[in-house]
């Protein structure tokens, strides 16, 4: 008897640590209900000026700014049989086609909008409904994807990226993209559309390595990212004095949170070497090498990079200790407008003067400081 009390009182010390080690502390509820008012007066907004009568949350780059406005409501909570959402859903089923892709008929960003949709889906899932969109869907993309398939071999600085364009010049952002959505339509990190797009992803670091032989690192070898190695090279930030390619932040986010989503090791020199220079350049006034173009773009692959990096705290190159998560809902609750939305009032780039574009970036990065 006395045995069975001793265990007994084991399990249920055992059962009160196990409990306290996940119980909610009074900082984690307040983040919560931050969070949670943040988000409620989006939606409000997104629901009563943000949506189209077809269901799309915008008349420009429909398809993708809709899949991922739906997408961001979905990961905050918002049920798929939600009339909002379930409209928006109706949109984007109108845009499968039978090669297993979704994007507008005579679309020059089959990629883009394919991806973003395959996200959308996937939150919306649960019972299984979109499983097989998002296997057909999965396997359009890749037959996007640069590779033998259009004569690149992977000498060539084209090879495993995606684009923009009929079949456009691959580049990162497109590329990060397709690796967020091959992961999310169940793809593993060493599959080979995963490790072909992790070929492409190494040559656009600042880094020299096995992995990457191109002329561009050698001129500015900070192990920041950049745009794309092909056609000559590209960053949106702009050239060294010298012709090397500048490394920007979101690139070198959206650059980090693929490389270990395709299984890339933390203790990897090209993982090493992208914090190190994040580390140098912590900030969220500004996408750091951009100013403010792009910047709700970059809170989005800010916060999904540090997220799939597993990092509650985020040390500077001073040694400063930065809780990311509620800095970053800080600094966009600051932001956020009267009536809910966000909007990119200092830097129209790249449609972030769209509000349903931008407030869809706000409530994704939001939705992973959860």
Known sequence: MKSHNRSLQVLLLVFTMSAGAFAQTPADSDRQNQIDTLVA???GFLKARGQLEDGS?????????TALVTAGLLRNGVSPDDPAVRKS???LEGLI??????????????NYETSLAILCFKEANADGRYTEVLERGSKFIQGLQWDGGEGKEESDYFYGGAGY???????????SFMVDALVAAGEEGDSEALQRALLFISRTQNLESEHNTTPFPNKNPDGGFYYTP???GESQAGETANGGLRSYASMTYAGLKSMIYAGVDKDDARVKAAYAWLQKHYDLKSNPGMGTAGLYYYYHTFA???NAMDSPVFIDDEGEEHDW?????????????DNGSWLNDENGRWLEDNASLVTGYAILALSYCR
């Open 57 to 65: 949350f915008s008349s420009a780059s429909a398809p993708g700014v």
């Open 165 to 175: 364009g009929r079949h456009g010049r691959p580049d990162l952002s497109n590329t």
């Open 230 to 232: 092909a056609n000559g």
């Open 97 to 110: 086609h039978s090669d297993g892709g979704i994007y507008l008929n005579e679309s020059t960003h089959k």
């Open 304 to 306: 999904k990079a540090l």
């Open 89 to 91: 859903l109706k949109y």
């Open 325 to 337: 998560r509620m800095e970053l809902i800080d600094e966009l609750a600051s932001r956020q407008q």
């Open 41 to 43: 007066k989006a939606i």
